[in-house]
């Protein structure tokens, strides 16, 4: 991929909930100050009616395309957002943040607490999906956008997405939900209640208090590679790794012998240099917890005019085309107008963020219409 | 309109101004484009393959893939002011819960179907002693996806088991409607169903 832009891009920060206000939680308790880390690509027209948020996964952050000086690699959406691609720069203004709860510049466990002047850790109230959207609110009102064109995501971000059509629904014109599901299944849990548990079985974990110590790597790294174990698939494994080796014969050791060893050692080393093992609890949480299955979804809403693009991946177990279908009978029931589209892939969870030909093919076109209508 | 196919340009008839329209088995969206563009429908097509699919959104439609079976359900009642059936009901396994299920979610339901009593059919089977291919059914029997063969007699028996009101019907031959002894001389037909008024 070359370069699209010229300029560096650069985090901003947003602070709100400021004395004597407080963003107030589902859990019942409450957050303030709290702050945003953002970028922007594009411009805000004069009607304001050209912004797209960008909403992101897990371990994803604000970063979404484009270089910052120093950088070799570009943000993590970056074949997705700039000037002719599927999120056009050219046409559309494009808001990503960090997730309140994440480590990536916006407020979360490992940011400091003003009322003790150390890292909250664990003092951090647990978020959920909402409190993040809730949070994102703020950022677009202080734009001063009243509609916003779309909101997209995968994954997590197809979490958000669908909390602002179903929490938001007048704020928002389109909303494309990808390979994510309304609620974590109990397999989904599972794999996160494992994630935790490997990080906080790590003695450095320190019930959340090692900031001064140092991150509880060990753990940390487990918990990434059984992520990354998750987001391929048994096919894209074996075209990626089959049964090679790294070296050319077996060490008879409990060393890494194979090529997927290898791989996922490497991700997980790497992934504890940039990421805060509390905020991987937190935000693991957020999603257990979430659910706009049912009822839950657009309560006040009978017939809503939100167009959707729903997109799964047929390889992907981790969030399954079912989970997408679930979304889809929803949006039916509430009238909606929705595409719907079970990309073939065999890249597993990954695809989203893989098969950039077929989604921008299917946002591109979503998207023109949705800004003609 | 001369370039439209003749079954589109009739329905594009039927279609009231800003219907709400529901197309199962939508193809590659050409009929749904037409009700867009000519009658300011909003419309919602339904289609399983792939390709056909793509077509639609890049003609800016909304689609879900999806089988039509499983296509229907969850939809509210009477969501859609019409439900097209076009060329699609001899594929299908379940006709009769389809149709059923159509009167449900629409308020009237367009039925669109080959006539398999046409004269060229019966005079295949009859001297030949071979299965029918003529224009509305142009499948040899190894390759067609034709599950239903049925008649516009069929049809309208079933209608009137079934209780279902028939509000309008068209016969289709190859350049212009049939008025005269449909059975045995129209290619296609459509039909314009109800729910019968209790």
Same mark, same amino acid.
């Given at each position: 991929?070359?370069?699209?832009?010229?300029?560096?891009?650069?985090?901003?920060?947003?602070?709100?909930?400021?004395?004597?206000?407080?963003?107030?939680?589902?859990?019942?308790?409450?957050?303030?100050?709290?702050?945003?880390?953002?970028?922007?690509?594009?411009?805000?027209?004069?009607?304001?009616?050209?912004?797209?948020?960008?909403?992101?996964?897990?371990?994803?952050?604000?970063?979404?395309?484009?270089?910052?000086?120093?950088?070799?690699?570009?943000?993590?959406?970056?074949?997705?957002?700039?000037?002719?691609?599927?999120?056009?720069?050219?046409?559309?203004?494009?808001?990503?943040?960090?997730?309140? *709860?994440?480590?990536?510049?916006?407020?979360?466990?490992?940011?400091?607490?003003?009322?003790?002047?150390?890292?909250?850790?664990?003092?951090?109230?647990?978020?959920?999906?909402?409190?993040?959207?809730?949070?994102?609110?703020?950022?677009?009102?202080?734009?001063?956008?009243?509609?916003?064109?779309?909101?997209?995501?995968?994954?997590?971000?197809?979490?958000?997405?669908?909390?602002?059509?179903?929490?938001?629904?007048?704020?928002?014109?389109?909303?494309?939900?990808?390979?994510?599901?309304?609620?974590?299944?109990? $397999?989904?849990?599972?794999?996160?209640?494992?994630?935790?548990?490997?990080?906080?079985?790590?003695?450095?974990?320190?019930?959340?208090? %090692?900031?001064?110590?140092? $991150?509880?790597?060990?753990?940390?790294?487990?918990?990434?590679?059984? *992520?990354?174990?998750?987001?391929?698939?048994? $096919?894209?494994?074996?075209?990626?790794?089959?049964?090679?080796?790294?070296?050319?014969?077996?060490?008879?050791?409990?060393?890494?012998?194979?090529?997927?060893?290898?791989?996922?050692?490497?991700?997980? %080393?790497?992934?504890?240099?940039?990421?805060?093992?509390?905020?991987?609890?937190?935000?693991?949480?957020?999603?257990?917890?979430?659910?706009?299955?049912?009822?839950?979804?657009?309560?006040?809403?009978?017939?809503?005019?939100?167009?959707?693009?729903?997109?799964?991946?047929?390889?992907?177990?981790?969030?399954?085309?079912?989970?997408? $279908?679930?979304?889809?009978?929803?949006?039916?029931?509430?009238?909606?107008?929705?595409? %719907?589209?079970?990309?073939?892939?065999?890249?597993?969870?990954?695809?989203?963020?893989?098969?950039?030909?077929?989604?921008?093919?299917?946002?591109?076109?979503?998207?023109?219409?949705?800004?003609?209508? | 309109?001369?370039?439209?196919?003749?079954?589109?340009? &009739?329905?594009?008839?039927? &279609?009231?101004?800003?219907?709400?329209?529901?197309?199962?088995?939508?193809?590659?969206?050409?009929?749904?484009?037409?009700?867009?563009?000519?009658?300011?429908?909003?419309?919602?097509?339904?289609?399983?393959?792939?390709?056909?699919?793509?077509?639609?959104?890049?003609?800016?439609?909304?689609?879900?893939?999806?089988?039509?079976?499983?296509?229907?359900?969850?939809?509210?009642?009477?969501?859609?002011?019409?439900?097209?059936?076009?060329?699609?009901?001899?594929?299908?396994?379940?006709?009769?819960?389809?149709?059923?299920?159509?009167?449900?979610?629409?308020?009237?339901?367009?039925?669109?179907?080959?006539?398999?009593?046409?004269?060229?059919?019966?005079?295949?089977?009859?001297?030949?002693?071979?299965?029918?291919?003529?224009?509305?059914?142009?499948?040899?029997?190894?390759?067609?996806?034709?599950?239903?063969?049925?008649?516009?007699?069929?049809? &309208?028996?079933?209608?009137?088991?079934?209780?279902?009101?028939?509000?309008?019907?068209?016969?289709?031959?190859?350049?212009?409607?049939?008025?005269?002894?449909?059975?045995?001389?129209?290619?296609?037909?459509?039909?314009?169903?109800?729910?019968?008024?209790?």
């Amino acid at each position: 991929m070359k370069k699209t832009d010229s300029e560096f891009v650069r985090t901003r920060y947003f602070t709100f909930a400021e004395p004597p206000c407080r963003l107030e939680l589902k859990s019942g308790l409450s957050l303030g100050p709290a702050t945003l880390a953002y970028e922007t690509y594009g411009k805000l027209n004069n009607e304001k009616s050209n912004a797209i948020l960008v909403c992101h996964a897990l371990s994803g952050d604000a970063h979404a395309a484009g270089f910052q000086e120093g950088d070799k690699t570009a943000g993590w959406w970056d074949d997705m957002i700039g000037p002719g691609k599927a999120l056009d720069t050219r046409l559309y203004f494009i808001i990503c943040s960090n997730v309140i *709860g994440g480590c990536k510049g916006s407020t979360g466990p490992s940011s400091i607490n003003p009322r003790t002047g150390k890292p909250y850790a664990i003092d951090f109230p647990v978020i959920t999906i909402a409190d993040m959207v809730d949070a994102q609110k703020h950022l677009i009102d202080y734009f001063g956008i009243a509609k916003l064109l779309c909101v997209i995501g995968g994954s997590m971000g197809g979490m958000q997405a669908l909390q602002w059509a179903s929490a938001y629904p007048d704020n928002l014109i389109a909303c494309i939900p990808i390979a994510t599901a309304l609620k974590h299944s109990p $397999q989904q849990i599972a794999f996160d209640e494992v994630i935790r548990q490997s990080i906080m079985a790590d003695p450095a974990w320190r019930g959340g208090n %090692y900031y001064e110590s140092g $991150q509880p790597e060990k753990g940390l790294a487990v918990a990434r590679m059984i *992520g990354h174990i998750t987001f391929m698939s048994d $096919q894209s494994m074996e075209e990626k790794f089959s049964r090679k080796l790294k070296n050319e014969k077996l060490s008879f050791q409990f060393t890494d012998d194979f090529e997927v060893e290898g791989y996922l050692r490497y991700r997980g %080393y790497n992934f504890v240099k940039r990421f805060d093992a509390n905020s991987y609890l937190y935000i693991t949480k957020a999603m257990d917890y979430f659910d706009l299955s049912g009822e839950k979804f657009m309560p006040q809403v009978k017939r809503t005019n939100v167009r959707f693009l729903v997109i799964s991946f047929t390889s992907d177990w981790l969030y399954p085309s079912h989970q997408s $279908q679930d979304i889809v009978r929803l949006l039916k029931r509430k009238h909606a107008y929705t595409t %719907y589209c079970d990309l073939k892939s065999s890249y597993g969870h990954d695809a989203f963020l893989i098969e950039i030909r077929e989604e921008t093919k299917l946002i591109k076109n979503f998207l023109a219409n949705v800004r003609l209508t | 309109m001369s370039s439209m196919k003749l079954d589109h340009q &009739i329905i594009t008839r039927i &279609i009231t101004e800003k219907a709400h329209v529901l197309d199962l088995g939508c193809g590659n969206g050409e009929l749904l484009s037409l009700l867009t563009e000519k009658k300011n429908a909003r419309v919602q097509g339904i289609e399983l393959d792939d390709e056909e699919m793509h077509k639609c959104v890049e003609r800016g439609l909304t689609v879900l893939q999806g089988d039509i079976e499983s296509g229907l359900s969850d939809y509210p009642d009477q969501a859609f002011d019409f439900v097209i059936l076009n060329q699609i009901m001899q594929e299908l396994k379940k006709a009769d819960f389809v149709i059923q299920d159509s009167l449900r979610v629409g308020k009237r339901v367009i039925v669109g179907f080959p006539n398999f009593a046409h004269i060229r059919a019966r005079l295949t089977l009859l001297f030949h002693g071979k299965t029918p291919v003529i224009d509305s059914l142009p499948y040899y029997w190894f390759e067609t996806p034709n599950i239903r063969f049925l008649t516009i007699r069929d049809f &309208i028996d079933y209608c009137r088991g079934k209780n279902i009101h028939i509000e309008q019907q068209y016969f289709l031959g190859k350049t212009g409607q049939i008025k005269f002894l449909p059975n045995l001389l129209a290619l296609n037909a459509l039909f314009v169903i109800t729910k019968q008024k209790q």
